[in-house]
């Protein structure tokens, strides 16, 4: 554990877990947020907005993120090894007699195969200026986190607000939108995104409490959910003492309900059933609704190792979206196997490419895999940017110019030899991740720097070494100053 940073405590993670949001307040100077501000207005407006170059454009900003709150809020929320992921945005919101309006309520974009109710990825929405209501900051619907589907009349939402430096740490998937700005001055946040690179095996907050407590006010149908996370945050096994008390046919059809809170909480019930409950939640995943499987493939992971042997019977089924949220699941169960490892490898050359996205991303969140597993990702991030490059030279020789290609086949091994680090064969993994720094897709190439970067032996440092030669930034060139 890291002494010098200011870690959360067992009540900020339970509002982590319960409300999905955590308001920071860096203590730093105000010249400081001046001085950022000035330099992101400028940019704005004399350059247009940079996004996910914002950061070396004004590095000033990394001292936000290097600060003990901000670092021990990330670390209890995501782990030691946190990354801060390549895509991050300045969010412009004019006075509302220039922008009427505001936004409107939306999940951002997801990065990994599939959403994920435990804490995978997070945000930070940072302002640079004192924020108040009338300023529109923004807001967030607190508790919408595990919720797919538009939840507006049911949950109330808030506009956080404080000093300059305030920082609003969200779960990913928590709704959110830009309020109305209804004073005279422009407001300015920046979006930065973080990513867990492995499943915790100890709490990395200050833990004092064994058992989750819920918040008074909270409903108790909500704990089943609740509790699996706070128990895979703390580094526990899933359930092992089944309660069996429960009426199994009424819960399993609850878990198909099209109230989406009623099938999750039910979906989490069942996994605390025992091989009864596991075997419900795999019958939906089989045979229910696409949404009602997709609940119950977040539920069963709660079950760990119990739930495996379905699973991977699963990856036989018939139907793709299927064969997906089973390797979904084996993935978040992270148990190093020798069933599971061999049934998502083989998930890897399956016909549809989401199975195969999601097998490779499943890999990456095993703990400690073999050397053929990293073999494998290397093999397959080498395919997929050779397969890029084709349709790249096809466009070029049919006179369409070079455009962008999305290489999510890519970007899945890409990050999941990132989360691996150091194990497997390190040549084979270097010739991958140096082939892939010539990808299209930005992310790919992202990924893959950063995992040239955790490798650190030398070959590695002497890719990044070329790399860093021509993609070098300077932050001081723009169209005023061009040399």
Not at 93 to 104: K, M
Not at 198 to 210: D, G, I, L, V, Y
Not at 232 to 245: C, L, T, V, Y
Not at 283 to 299: P, Q
Request: include cysteine.
């Amino acid at each position: 554990m890291q002494h010098h940073l200011k870690l959360l405590t067992d009540e900020q993670i339970i509002q982590f877990i319960t409300q999905g949001y955590l308001v920071l307040n860096n203590e730093l100077p105000d010249e400081l947020h001046q001085k950022v501000m000035r330099q992101i207005h400028e940019v704005l407006h004399e350059e247009g907005n940079p996004g996910n170059n914002i950061l070396p454009r004004v590095p000033d900003i990394q001292k936000f993120f290097d600060t003990p709150v901000v670092k021990g809020a990330l670390t209890g929320i995501l782990g030691p090894d946190y990354y801060l992921h390549p895509h991050r945005h300045c969010h412009y919101n004019q006075p509302s007699n220039q922008n009427p309006g505001g936004g409107e309520w939306h999940k951002d974009g997801y990065w990994s195969a599939l959403r994920s109710h435990r804490p995978w990825w997070a945000m930070i929405f940072y302002y640079t200026q004192d924020v108040t209501e009338e300023l529109g900051p923004t807001a967030i619907m607190p508790g919408s986190q595990y919720n797919e589907s538009y939840t507006g009349d049911e949950h109330p939402y808030l506009l956080p607000t404080g000093p300059a430096g305030t920082m609003v740490l969200v779960h990913f998937d928590l709704w959110h939108k830009a309020s109305l700005n209804t004073s005279n001055r422009d407001r300015y946040m920046l979006k930065f995104q973080f990513a867990r690179l492995k499943a915790p095996t100890a709490p990395s907050w200050n833990n004092q409490m064994e058992c989750f407590q819920i918040p008074e006010g909270e409903a108790e149908s909500r704990l089943p959910l609740w509790q699996s996370i706070w128990d895979w945050m703390r580094g526990e096994p899933g359930i092992s003492d089944a309660n069996i008390s429960m009426d199994i046919e009424q819960l399993a059809s609850l878990a198909q309900s099209q109230t989406e809170n009623i099938a999750i909480d039910s979906a989490y019930t069942l996994a605390t059933a025992g091989d009864a409950g596991i075997q419900k939640l795999h019958d939906v995943i089989s045979t229910g609704t696409y949404e009602a499987a997709k609940r119950a493939a977040y539920a069963i992971v709660a079950a760990g190792e119990n739930a495996i042997s379905g699973l991977i019977d699963l990856l036989e089924h018939a139907d793709g979206e299927r064969r997906t949220l089973a390797c979904f699941a084996l993935g978040m169960n992270g148990a190093p196997k020798n069933e599971i490892l061999l049934g998502l490898i083989q998930s890897l050359t399956d016909k549809n490419e989401s199975v195969r996205r999601h097998a490779a991303e499943a890999l990456g969140m095993i703990a400690e895999p073999p050397k053929h597993v990293v073999a494998a990702l290397a093999q397959m991030l080498e395919e997929a940017v050779a397969k890029e490059r084709e349709v790249r030279d096809e466009q070029l020789s049919q006179g369409y110019g070079q455009s962008y290609i999305k290489n999510k086949l890519g970007y899945a091994a890409a990050l999941s030899l990132l989360r691996i680090g150091k194990y497997g064969d390190a040549d084979e993994v270097i010739s991958a991740l140096s082939k892939a720094l010539d990808s299209t897709d930005r992310y790919v190439r992202a990924y893959a720097f950063e995992a040239l970067t955790h490798l650190r032996t030398n070959e590695a440092v002497d890719v990044l070494l070329r790399y860093y030669r021509s993609a070098r930034w300077c932050p001081d060139t723009n169209k005023a100053s061009a040399f």
